[in-house]
């Protein structure tokens, strides 16, 4: 019994220190950038980027990066900045990190402390930009700072592009960067968030990788007829129409599809199951996948938004008066659709589906249509080789997101971008857009490694070492 006494005290002294472990130089550096920038307001209702962009300019110009290598490029009052560390012989096109500025509003009032601060409490760091994407900032930007300083032998030019309205807002910053400033982000591939890895029940299981996403498409579905007055009821009632035709939307699926990237991630997650679950998951990957399958998951919004394109009524809008019969009626249908798909094609879909007399459905802009990255073994073997070091046993699973990020402006001009971030937060506790956003601090240092680790081995030559650098 003694010796159990003595070995737990001297196993919780030896889990104690270790957690009080020092950070190093670059951890140190790469927390108070983290903090500056999660106590910088950057909401689109109140936020300032252009003034971040100004200040991260001048951190840069502070470290030495030549001033002509860097750009704060204003849209609508919205700020950019772009940053480029030189290869001397470059060979191809940059590697360029790509990160956003700006954060969704948090009312202080939901949240258990101020969302404007980087606030420690236990082993999480809180706040608005903890998870997305303030967290990838900093941690982009120190690890772009530290090859600078170490005078890293590039292979490649490496770039930087932290933008505006990726949340919110009509002046998307990575849009106009690639739109009107493509000489300064055109690259040969882009790391970007997306992915991540997951953690459950103590274990870490997956680092994932996004290396696709639908494509984002809102329609507006609108029916008129000449109403008239509520005492005389017609049959033609513009809001029991639009009530049909959500009715048939509802009802309606989409054909399940696949691309390399879903059948992989589907693969992968089947290997962690067991039982009934992993037969039903290894029967999505039958050609053509199971019925049993589909059935199975249907009511698995995760699983079945991976599997097919999806739309969905968001907002509705009918009527003048209540003693009126309505003379319009509206609804807005928002679409992710599996890349590779026209959204044309889903368009002329919902409209037969819907079939109402004096209809439009209307989209409400343009959408880019972009292919999945592929999954070249250049870039996922390094990927798998730093998560098996740094976490055996995790696995990597390439991922097909079902929400918007920035990559899908750089995949629409066939740029591959792959979202990965090496960042791992519990399992059921994403709190990405929600209240009290968190994320585990010992995540955040990992992070900042594996994403160092793999600019490294992408932009880096191998046979030449780095001058020793000095925070």
């Known amino acids: 019994m003694r010796f159990i006494i003595v070995f737990v005290l001297l196993w919780s002294v030896g889990v104690a220190a270790q957690s009080k472990t020092p950070l190093s130089e670059h951890e140190q550096f790469a927390y108070e950038l983290f903090k500056e920038l999660i106590e910088t307001d950057t909401t689109h209702s109140s936020g300032d980027t252009l003034a971040l962009a100004e200040s991260i300019a001048e951190r840069l110009r502070r470290v030495g990066v030549p001033a002509n290598d860097i750009h704060v490029i204003e849209h609508g009052g919205k700020g950019n900045v772009v940053a480029r560390l030189r ?45 997305d994407d303030k967290n990838e900032v900093a941690i982009h930007l120190a690890n772009f700072i530290r090859l600078h300083r170490e005078k890293a032998h ?67 579905l609108e029916i008129t007829n000449a109403g008239g007055h509520s005492s005389v009821p017609r049959r033609d009632n513009a809001i029991y129409q ?21 059948r992989a991630y589907f693969e992968g997650i089947a290997a962690e199951e067991t039982g ?110 730093i998560t098996t070091s740094m976490w055996p046993g995790a696995r990597v699973l390439p991922t097909m997101s079902t929400g918007a990020t920035d990559s899908t402006f750089f995949r629409s001009n066939g740029v591959p971008v792959y979202g990965v971030s090496g960042i791992f937060t519990e399992y059921g506790d994403n709190r990405i857009h929600g209240r009290d956003e968190r ?33």
């Open 87 to 131: 290869a001397d012989k470059p060979v191809g096109k940059p590697l360029l990190l790509l990160a956003h500025l700006d954060v969704v509003e948090a009312d202080a009032a939901d949240w258990s402390m101020d969302p404007m601060s980087l606030n420690e409490d236990g082993d999480y760091f809180y706040g608005r930009g903890t998870l």
């Open 439 to 471: 994320m585990l601090k010992r995540s955040f240092y990992e992070g900042l490694e594996f994403l160092y680790r793999l600019t490294r081995s992408v932009a880096v030559s191998k046979d030449l070492p780095a001058t020793p650098t000095t925070l």
């Open 276 to 385: 009934e679950r992993a037969s039903m998951l290894y029967g999505l990957l039958d050609e053509p996948p199971l019925i049993a399958s589909i059935d199975y998951f249907r009511n698995e919004p995760e699983i079945n938004a991976r599997l097919r394109t999806t739309c969905v009524a968001t907002q509705l809008d009918a009527g003048h008066a209540e003693n009126a019969l309505p003379q319009r009626a509206s609804a807005t249908v928002n679409c992710r659709v599996f890349p590779g798909v026209s959204v044309d094609e889903v368009g002329e879909v919902l409209f037969s589906i819907a079939a109402v007399p004096s209809m439009t459905l209307t989209p409400k802009w343009d959408a880019l249509f972009s292919e999945a990255s592929p999954l070249d073994d250049s870039i996922m073997d390094p990927i798998r080789e």
């Open 154 to 220: 590039l292979t490649r030019d490496l770039v930087i592009a932290l933008t505006a309205d990726e949340e919110s807002g009509p002046h998307n910053g990575a849009l106009f960067l690639v739109r009107e400033h493509p000489e300064l982000v055109d690259a040969a591939l882009v790391f970007n968030e997306g992915g991540g890895g997951m953690i459950k029940d103590g274990k870490y299981v997956a680092n994932t990788v996004q290396a696709a996403e639908k494509t984002y498409q809102t329609f507006s």
């Open 242 to 262: 639009l009530a049909a035709a959500l009715s048939r939307l509802e009802a309606f699926e989409f054909p399940v599809r696949m691309n390399e990237t879903t």
